[in-house]
């Protein structure tokens, strides 16, 4: 039997990375600053110098506290209404019932992303943000939103949690909408190792409040000037990030190079959708998610031959039940019912993608 390929295997470092997260480690063990501290401010520079932005980027707790937090800084809550695609990870719509406000879902394109058409028709004089969500590491198309934005004046938050490092027109995703969330949960493409997430703003009055509404509404210590709560970043956390972002130019090839050798071996491969556009720079080739009516019956073949695959996701927010309401979203669900995601990830071999293909076209073979 061959070696299983997991789908992502989050103990595989290469030695010198293992090392320089060691050494990070035992220098702050003995320098003592558990919260805070000059690895979290580092981490907020190294972040921005890297996306190229003026922006400030604030570290935080996690990805979904981002999100939450964004709402909270643009005031946003009860009785307000936050547009939100139908397919994304739970954490898009939760943070807008958290809030207090509600989701309302729009459906997709049939490649994941909200689709941008359908907008206006959601709107209503209490519609106070959309939530654009880059997912899969590809770009909604964020001039054309913050260009219908202005005209409607709601406000744009990005939840750009798997989006990390895709770039169009010279404008990073995270840095278009008034404020960008990040996740650096450990598997997104620039993973921490445990919770962390960021928040971007180009907004000096939005930074401001976000900063404080990270850290119980503390201007300075001592001073609540509003309800904040504590949603700051583990200073083991950014350490860990400031030695993992020195890697993820090169891992970033490595995605995008896999990407290519899956693209070249699956094309035109029995009735499978490629994701076209992920080797273009405004995607970060976070996932690897082909398209299929025999999703289920490839799915088990590749379990079979020990190669784990995932769903992203097998159910809309819509129907899950803290959120139901009985409407269709035709393209999401769909996809949800056709959608695979194959291992796509800076530890995995050529090798190994070409054994992923084989088995791949072997299934095809069979089912025609
Ligand atoms: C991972 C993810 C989040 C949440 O981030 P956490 O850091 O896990 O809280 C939010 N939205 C999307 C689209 C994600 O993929």
């Avoid at 643009?74 to 406000?101: F, H, Q, R, Y």
């Avoid at 949603?231 to 020195?246: C, E, P, S, Y």
């Amino acid at each position: 039997m061959k070696k299983p390929i997991p789908f992502l295997d989050l103990s595989l470092f290469d030695r010198k990375l293992k090392f320089a997260l060691e050494r990070k480690f035992s220098d702050m063990l003995s320098k003592g600053i558990f919260s805070g501290g000059e690895e979290v401010a580092l981490l907020g520079k190294n972040i921005g110098n890297y996306l190229g932005t003026e922006a400030a980027v604030i570290p935080c707790s996690n990805g979904t506290d981002a999100l939450e937090i964004a709402l909270r800084a643009l005031g946003i809550g009860s009785g307000d209404e936050v547009i939100v695609p139908a397919l994304t990870w739970v954490s898009t719509a939760e943070s807008v019932k958290l809030v207090g406000a509600t989701p309302v879902f729009v459906d997709t394109d049939m490649s994941g992303l909200m689709d941008l058409q359908l907008l206006d028709k959601l709107m209503r004089p209490q519609t106070k943000a959309v939530i654009a969500v880059h997912l899969y590491g590809k770009m909604v198309d964020m001039k054309g939103l913050t260009a219908w934005a202005k005209s409607t004046g709601i406000k744009v938050i990005e939840d750009n949690a798997q989006g990390f490092g895709a770039i169009k027109d010279e404008k990073s995703a995270g840095c278009w909408g008034d404020v960008g969330c990040f996740s650096f949960y450990p598997t997104k493409n620039l993973g921490a190792l445990g919770e962390a997430g960021a928040l971007a703003t180009s907004d000096e009055n939005l930074a401001n409040k976000i900063q404080m509404l990270i850290n119980h509404g503390q201007p300075i210590r001592d001073q609540h000037e509003m309800l904040g709560r504590n949603a700051r970043m583990d200073t083991i956390q950014a350490g860990f990030l400031n030695v993992k972002l020195t890697y993820f130019q090169k891992w970033q090839e490595k995605r995008k190079n896999l990407a290519k050798l899956y693209l070249q071996q699956l094309a035109g491969t029995g009735d499978l959708v490629l994701p076209e556009s992920i080797l273009e720079p405004d995607h970060n080739a976070h996932l690897f998610v082909v398209q299929t009516s025999f999703r289920n019956e490839l799915k088990q073949y590749l379990k079979e031959k020990e190669i784990q695959t995932t769903i992203h996701y097998p159910s809309i927010l819509p129907k899950m039940k803290p959120y139901q309401i009985n409407e269709t979203f035709v393209n999401a669900e769909k996809l949800t019912g056709n959608i695979l995601s194959l291992p796509l990830n800076p530890f995995l071999t050529e090798k190994e993608v070409l054994r992923i293909a084989k088995e791949i076209k072997k299934f095809y073979g069979k089912t025609s």
